[in-house]
């Protein structure tokens, strides 16, 4: 597949627990972003990497989410000890990492705390 | 502080017509106005952008204009169709956008046949 693909699509969690999301940006994209998208708050910037490092995580809603990319490829958003207001569309992006390069989305991860 | 203002909320428009949304920017070091459209269940996806060196920039049926005096820009949508319905996000930057977009509340536009 040539775009951005994200894993799993769809999440049902309980309040408490943790959770994983997955990111396999474009091939040969350097950077990668994650995004939040809620009725309530719209789409947030969460983080970005360049390469395996990440330079902002000034979006990070709290100490319970974080985020991690090896191998200069695949990302993962950890949400610890979840809520139910981190019910969200969390979207993941990926471009060739210079400015005014566009950025590509894949499809979202739906996360449902109950 | 809200950075970005994205107006109109919603749009209803007849097939044929012009489509209108705009956006205001408090951030004088934005340097680069991209519009994004999102269809449901997708994620969003480039439309067109801008950069200030220019007031306007067409590609097809879709325009941004820009006007740096007053921190505007707009889209337009010529000829509107029900395939464009659809909604639409402002995401100006500094720096190009390298380090994250920050986007507008978003106008979800429907084009009424």
């Known amino acids: 597949g040539a775009g951005v693909s994200q894993s799993p699509s769809n999440k049902v969690t309980e309040k408490g627990k943790d959770v994983e999301l997955r990111c396999d940006p474009i091939?040969?994209?350097?950077?990668l972003y994650w995004y939040r998208q809620s009725l309530g708050q719209g789409l947030e910037f969460l983080i970005y990497?360049?390469?395996?490092?990440?330079?902002?995580k000034s979006g990070l809603p709290s100490d319970r989410f974080s985020a991690e990319r090896t191998g200069g490829s695949v990302s993962t958003l950890t949400i610890q000890r979840t809520q139910q207001e981190d019910s969200a569309v969390y979207l993941c992006?990926?471009?060739?990492?210079?400015?005014?390069?566009?950025?590509?989305f894949g499809p979202g991860t739906r996360l449902t705390v109950l | 502080q809200q950075q970005v203002k994205q107006s109109p909320q919603s749009l209803i428009v007849q097939k044929g017509g012009i489509s209108i949304i705009n956006c205001a920017y408090e951030?004088?070091?934005?340097?680069?106005f991209p519009w994004y459209q999102q269809f449901p269940g997708k994620g969003p996806a480039l439309l067109i952008a801008?950069?200030?060196?220019?007031s306007e920039k067409k590609e097809g049926r879709f325009t941004i204009s820009f006007n740096k005096s007053a921190k505007q820009f707009s889209l337009h949508i010529m000829d509107s169709q029900p395939g464009d319905s659809a909604t639409y996000f402002c995401?100006?930057?500094?720096?190009?956008?390298?380090?994250?977009?920050?986007f507008g509340k978003g106008t979800h536009l429907i084009i009424q046949p």
């Open positions: 990497f360049q390469g395996n490092s990440a330079p902002d």
């Open positions: 091939s040969g994209h350097t950077a």
């Open positions: 995401a100006p930057v500094s720096g190009g956008g390298a380090d994250g977009l920050t």
């Open positions: 992006a990926s471009s060739l990492g210079d400015s005014y390069n566009e950025q590509f």
């Open positions: 951030n004088t070091a934005f340097d680069y």
């Open positions: 801008i950069r200030p060196d220019v």
